[in-house]
């Protein structure tokens, strides 16, 4: 990604060669969208997998004390 300039080299049979450079021969490469959306999926993914831990957690934790009061 960024910007990138370039020129245009020629040669022919006769091995004459020709260069062709100007500033208007100029293109961008942008930054993929990966680089953006790879990041906020896993920090979502991450979050995601940290609630239903805590929940798990919290179920287990209820599930014992029913346990204590049925013996």
């Known amino acids: 990604p960024g910007e990138y300039s370039y020129f245009i080299y020629t040669r022919d049979y006769a091995n ?10 100029k293109f961008t490469i942008p930054k993929p969208i990966i680089d953006y959306i790879l990041p906020v999926s896993l920090i979502v993914i991450i979050g995601i997998a940290g609630v239903s831990a805590f929940t798990i957690y919290k179920g287990i934790k209820k599930y014992s004390r029913v346990i204590e009061k049925l013996e």
């Open 16 to 25: 004459n060669t020709n260069i062709f450079y100007e500033e208007t021969f």
